[in-house]
């Protein structure tokens, strides 16, 4: 199918050239200026490059034996090697033939199918899921369904921190100031309630530092009374965690948290120091920099005054106690050992850069041979309208459920407005799907790796490059065929695409798979937010120039047949980013 049999074709006619090349990286993608053509190749140059060959040659010796000629017309060379392709009209109209047919229109599944672990949102146990966890959460979800839809196998697993220095202070907490009333009423405020109180108490008071290490001490020793108080927690939160991710459709395929890998970190801790990669270091064990890395690019040096010094990663502490370093090593053997996956992408915010670097660069000297390729799939944060770090008016960390409370609340205000006709319980489900869909296309739609502001006027505006104009182009797609009724038909129709909005329309539905594509190749669901925001502009101009309802014969059912494609594009589009659809708006 178009456009993916050109990359097929090229790729073939790398490998009559040359051999002995690879082809996986030769790509084809959509033109950035259609003044060019609508496809193009630049992965020649790079071909050429490694081989010191002359690019255009290479160029001009592939085209020779590329034939594309069903689809395209004669194949430019352009610059010092690009390849430029132009649709023929007949091409477009056939592959969008096909595409009605299919039940994933314009999707292509992987020929190599790889195995992609995602390991996202991790909360932690006792303490409410904050803005970072959320943007997490809904990042690692949409990467997942993407990745799917592909064809890969992808498992998800929300690595909860169930285990470390937090549950000492809680202990103590629980056991002298637990309010049980309050803690039926809302556990995680109660339990974050003992774990501020016993904080602060610790910055005063030698004593109650030292009882919560005890604490810590005993749970870690496997104390039946501390075991069963850290179960409690454990489950109050995951009740909590539960209702956030069934209101956001979220699902895991595993929930092993940090304790899960309690038993493997003395062996990881043993095995990197017999392989020499670990060290003792004043008491506690340590991972330095082997100083194969250029300094500038070694996670375990820092550099400071203009010189190197050894930043390293700590593994063990002096009093024997594991980390969050060991705890993530050890997930990182499981993993391979369990899955074997191809790809493990580590979704969180920016401030674990340094934690992840380190831990990949340790892994790399740990399992060499190892072929699974590591991604930290990080943001940037999520800032409130001062430019500040995203907080409540009393600079308490925002509670996701309140949060998505309010986005169904402001919704439902701008969808009473639109939907004057409809009785409030289907406007209060409208409004439900507006509102989440607003916070999860706020979250997606920018840069991953830029901050962003967090506001409630942006986000659920019925204009601009938001969930509200996205749903509501849906919706009226969705009226045309209400309009239609009885006489809606799905029987096979020739496109018949003349006008120039109906090609440009069509044309940018046949690159929703290459879009797909390319969010995997990068953990950017964000080229998936521009290409539905486009979908929804080239429909808007189609409807306003083309007449669909008024038109007559074998023109209306082509133009009905490509509203109903792109209807189709964008409900599918919206649910990669988990987004669901409504019918009316
Ligand atoms: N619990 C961590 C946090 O709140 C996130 C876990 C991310 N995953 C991992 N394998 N370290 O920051």
Redesign the pocket.
Known sequence: MLPKNLEHRLQQAVSAVLPDANTDSVLVRPCPDPKFGDYQSNALMALAKERKMNPRQLAIDVVAKLDVSEWCEKVEIAGAGFLNFRLKPGAIAGALQEAAKMKDPFVQKAVKPRTVVV??S???IAKPMHV??IR?TILGDSLARILRLLGHKVITDN???DWGTQFGKLLVGWKNHLDRTALEKDPISEMERLYKLVNSACETDEKVLESARQELVKLQNGDGENLAIWREMIALSETQFARVYGRLGIKFDHTFG?SFYNPRLKTVVQELRDKGIAQESEGAICVFSDGSLPPQKDPLLKQEDGKSKPNPCLIQKSDGAAN?AT??LA?LAYRLETWQPDDIA????GR?QL??SQIFSIFKRWHPEAKTKLAHVWFGSILGEDGKPFKTRSGDTIKLEDLLDEAQERAFKVVQEKTTGLPESQQREIARVVGLGAIKYADLSPNRQSDYVFSWDKMLALQGNTAPYLLYAYTRIRSIFRKLGEEASTAPVNFLLAAPDEITLAKHLLNFGLTLEAVAEDYRPNFLCTYLFELAGHFARFYENCPVLKSEGPERASRLALCDLTGRVMKQGLEMLGIETTEQM
């Open positions: 390991d996202f991790g909360p932690n970072g966890h997490s690595h909860i921190g940090e969050y705890t993530d997930t580590y979704v969180t915010d674990q934690h992840f």
